[in-house]
């Protein structure tokens, strides 16, 4: 357990379970201890995931709490739920009872929903983040119990949620693109002068994304396009080798410097998950977003306000082929002006200064908790 140390501030941020919901919380805590430098800011996550591995990477002190997934069909997980609620519950009120919490900030999955209701019962303040289009059930909860709600983007269902965008890490807020271009394409081995397109679905990649891109590969480096394609740790795609006269085909599994990746593009082929489309909207580079196929049409409501905007285009998962790709990325990168307004557009589209707006909502939240700044121990918070 956390030691609860001495003085300063006590911030907890419920993010854990995904990287969507890890990384808003993580730029966050940046943000925090940007304004108060004194602050003391706890993670709380699980053992699922990219927890582990993210969050004690960052610098800041995680606390393992049990998930509550929240089945989304009637089955036996749905008849363990009330237990798993109460137990989570309990164990997190000891978490925030121990590291002296004065304000609990969440940003949905599965450690959202015990950390607002322990945090409801020892009448600590709650902010909450939405960063999808369509909010969880998680942050529905915690919505009705919050002193302050924030979301992304606008008709997330969150009644009177402020509007802000996504809190996102200073290495891509304040990304310089074009001054690191040169070096971008250097790390990646990309030719520089070739336009670059870049392909990524996320950690693990994506089938559709990975066999379209394959197809494209021969015709895109005959245009001149040179591709930084990040497949996945598994089924690396299989392309012919390209002659030397042709920019070349980098692909990778996993990009560990996506500011770099992103520095080193000029359009991208992607996902449209809300961190996705917040980062690649941010440094202003224009993007073909294929939303999943599957769900509750989410993905591509994350997408819809940037390409409204001009700043991207979609495609259904089900139309996107090699031809497809190959007419889409010479349509834009062989107009330069066509190319140069989407990328405007993009970054107009962005939210750069969300980390420090909801970090300075946190404060003043904490601030005004009648005057404590102590924490919740056991001594006053019941």
């Given at each position: 357990?956390?030691?609860?140390?001495?003085?300063?501030?006590?911030?907890?941020?419920?993010?854990?379970?995904?990287?969507?919901?890890?990384e808003?919380?993580?730029?966050?805590?940046?943000?925090?201890?940007?304004?108060?430098?004194d602050?003391r800011?706890?993670?709380?996550?699980?053992?699922?995931g990219?927890d582990?591995?993210l969050?004690?990477?960052?610098?800041?002190?995680?606390?393992?709490?049990?998930?509550?997934?929240?089945?989304?069909?009637?089955?036996?997980?749905?008849?363990?739920?009330?237990?798993?609620?109460?137990?989570?519950?309990?164990h997190?009120?000891?978490?925030?009872?121990d590291?002296g919490?004065?304000?609990?900030v969440?940003?949905?999955?599965?450690?959202?929903?015990?950390?607002y209701?322990a945090?409801?019962?020892l009448?600590?303040?709650?902010?909450?983040?939405?960063?999808?289009?369509?909010?969880?059930?998680?942050?529905?909860?915690?919505?009705?119990?919050?002193?302050?709600?924030?979301?992304?983007?606008?008709?997330?269902g969150?009644a009177?949620?402020?509007?802000?965008?996504?809190?996102?890490?200073e290495?891509?807020?304040?990304?310089?693109?074009?001054?690191?271009?040169?070096?971008?394409?250097?790390?990646?081995?990309?030719d520089?002068?070739?336009?670059?397109?870049?392909?990524?679905?996320g950690?693990?990649?994506?089938?559709?994304?990975?066999e379209?891109?394959?197809?494209?590969?021969?015709?895109?480096?005959?245009a001149?396009v040179?591709?930084l394609h990040?497949?996945?740790?598994?089924?690396?795609?299989?392309?012919?080798?390209?002659?030397?006269?042709?920019?070349?085909?980098?692909?990778?599994?996993?990009?560990?410097?996506?500011?770099?990746?992103?520095?080193?593009?000029?359009?991208?082929?992607?996902?449209?998950?809300?961190?996705?489309?917040?980062?690649?909207?941010?440094?202003?580079?224009?993007?073909?977003?294929?939303?999943?196929?599957?769900?509750?049409?989410?993905?591509?409501l994350?997408?819809r306000?940037?390409?409204?905007?001009?700043?991207?285009?979609?495609?259904?998962d089900?139309?996107?082929?090699?031809?497809?790709?190959?007419?889409?990325?010479?349509?834009?990168?062989?107009?330069?002006?066509?190319?140069?307004?989407?990328?405007a557009?993009?970054?107009?589209?962005?939210?750069?200064g969300?980390?420090?707006?909801l970090?300075?909502?946190?404060?003043?939240?904490?601030?005004?908790?009648?005057?404590r700044?102590?924490?919740?121990?056991?001594?006053?918070?019941?």
């Amino acid at each position: 357990m956390t030691d609860r140390g001495t003085g300063g501030l006590s911030v907890v941020v419920a993010g854990g379970g995904s990287a969507g919901h890890v990384e808003p919380a993580l730029a966050t805590a940046d943000a925090v201890r940007r304004l108060r430098p004194d602050a003391r800011v706890t993670a709380l996550g699980t053992e699922r995931g990219l927890d582990t591995r993210l969050i004690p990477a960052r610098g800041y002190p995680l606390e393992l709490i049990p998930p509550v997934p929240l089945p989304r069909k009637p089955n036996a997980d749905l008849a363990r739920l009330p237990y798993r609620v109460v137990r989570s519950v309990r164990h997190t009120r000891r978490v925030l009872r121990d590291v002296g919490a004065d304000v609990v900030v969440g940003f949905g999955g599965y450690v959202a929903l015990p950390a607002y209701l322990a945090a409801a019962s020892l009448r600590l303040p709650i902010v909450v983040h939405e960063a999808n289009a369509r909010a969880g059930v998680a942050n529905k909860v915690g919505a009705r119990l919050a002193r302050e709600v924030l979301a992304a983007v606008p008709g997330s269902g969150l009644a009177g949620a402020r509007v802000i965008g996504i809190p996102l890490r200073e290495a891509i807020t304040d990304l310089d693109r074009a001054g690191l271009r040169a070096q971008a394409r250097e790390h990646f081995g990309l030719d520089p002068q070739a336009p670059v397109l870049l392909v990524f679905g996320g950690s693990q990649g994506a089938r559709s994304l990975n066999e379209a891109v394959s197809a494209a590969v021969p015709a895109l480096a005959e245009a001149g396009v040179s591709v930084l394609h990040a497949h996945g740790p598994t089924h690396a795609p299989t392309v012919e080798a390209l002659p030397r006269s042709h920019p070349p085909y980098v692909p990778v599994p996993y990009l560990e410097r996506m500011d770099l990746a992103y520095a080193a593009a000029d359009v991208a082929l992607c996902r449209a998950g809300a961190m996705t489309v917040a980062e690649v909207s941010t440094v202003g580079l224009p993007a073909i977003y294929v939303p999943l196929p599957h769900g509750n049409g989410e993905q591509e409501l994350n997408a819809r306000p940037v390409v409204d905007a001009g700043g991207g285009m979609l495609v259904r998962d089900a139309d996107l082929t090699g031809e497809r790709v190959v007419e889409l990325v010479t349509g834009l990168v062989g107009d330069p002006d066509r190319l140069a307004a989407a990328a405007a557009a993009a970054r107009r589209s962005g939210h750069a200064g969300a980390d420090e707006t909801l970090a300075r909502t946190v404060l003043e939240v904490a601030a005004h908790r009648g005057g404590r700044t102590a924490g919740a121990t056991g001594r006053n918070a019941g």
